[in-house]
């Protein structure tokens, strides 16, 4: 059943209205509610083929629903729309205004509105992709605060890689950490790149939601899961690679990959003169699992991220030697 979430009134006679669709069984249920969150940021459009296959695969099986799923797939509908991802016209990142309030301007009120309709839920995902410069193997991100109580639901999931990284004042404001606050567990998941669709992420991670919702009790239907996330809680442990130069960034290797000290990543080129400007190393064993994809670079660009060590569990995801 579609439900409007909340709306406000625009100029010109128009309305800003977030909408969701809640999926129920036919009798009571168990009382049991997962939410399923994205479009938060308009350049981000892997989740909402995620929200298309939940509700495909519920549709096909609808005796095997126990309890409730709250679909969310645009809460920044003006984003989505003009392909933006901030809230367009007020050039406003709607993830750092979190937990809103509804004495205060409409975007705060919005914000607070989201967070009073979701609150509830036994469990959330806040599925984003990354953006448009660099590409994510599917991944959980937890706040270190949450971590004792995340954890185990991340490794449910079917993600293959579970980031615990430490606190910031910017996190406080977003959706996840609001929502972990008020005491609703929340998974926040980065896969893929902005302002496009990779199917086999969106395929895994709808297994994972499917597990989750088995763990629940909200489904008693088949599930799979195939992949068992590496777990990672050191902060020494990313290697962190921006670029040294700006120029033109042609990728050796894509991310997943196994890389040791001194393997190529990628090449910082002038077109202009022909010339190689940098070529972009592993400084360290270990695993690829951010890597850029926006081929325009400027001195300090992010270019990749490794996972040190590890390499026994990436090469069994598949991984490979470079």
């Known amino acids: 059943m579609i439900e409007i979430v909340t709306q406000v009134g625009l100029p010109v006679d ?20 997962i ?25 096909e099986h609808p005796e095997c629903l126990r309890g409730t799923v709250d679909i969310y797939p645009a809460m920044n509908p003006f984003g989505i729309d003009s ?10 990142d709607m993830n750092r205004i979190f937990p809103g309030s509804v004495d205060g301007d409409m975007n705060e ?36 605060i949450s971590a004792q109580r995340l954890v185990p639901l991340a490794q449910k999931a079917n993600v293959d890689f579970v980031w615990v990284h430490g606190a910031s004042t910017v996190l406080e404001s977003t959706l996840a950490y609001s929502l972990n606050s008020w005491g609703v567990d929340t ?54 690679l921006n670029a040294p130069v700006s120029g033109v960034f042609v990728k050796s290797v894509s991310h997943g990959a196994l890389l040791k000290p001194g393997d190529e990543i990628g090449l910082i080129v002038d077109p202009l003169q022909g ?18 994809e926006y081929p325009m670079v400027d001195q300090g ?19 490979a030697a470079q």
């Open 14 to 33: 128009e309305r800003l209205c977030i909408k969701k669709n809640r999926l129920q069984p036919a009798d009571d249920g168990n009382g049991r509610r």
């Open 35 to 59: 939410s399923v969150i994205t479009g938060i940021h308009g350049d981000e459009l892997e989740g909402q083929y995620v929200c298309w296959r939940v509700q495909q695969r519920i549709g």
């Open 83 to 92: 392909v933006t991802r901030g809230i367009p016209a007020f050039d406003l």
């Open 109 to 144: 009120y919005i914000a607070a509105q989201i967070i009073e309709d979701i609150s509830g839920s036994d469990l959330a995902l806040d599925i984003h992709a990354s953006n448009i410069y660099l590409t994510e193997i599917p991944q959980i991100r937890i706040n270190e």
């Open 187 to 240: 998974l926040v998941v980065e896969m893929g790149v902005g302002m496009r669709i990779t199917r086999s992420y969106g395929e895994q991670l709808t297994d994972g939601i499917f597990n989750l919702m088995r763990e629940l009790g909200i489904w008693t239907g088949e599930v799979q899961t195939t992949h068992t996330p590496i777990v990672s809680g050191i902060p020494d442990e990313v290697e962190f």
């Open 275 to 292: 010339k190689v400007l940098d070529r972009v190393v592993s400084p360290c064993e270990g695993w690829l699992f951010t890597v850029r």
């Open 301 to 319: 660009s992010l270019m990749a991220r490794i996972l040190k060590g590890h390499m026994e569990e990436a090469a069994r995801k598949g991984g």
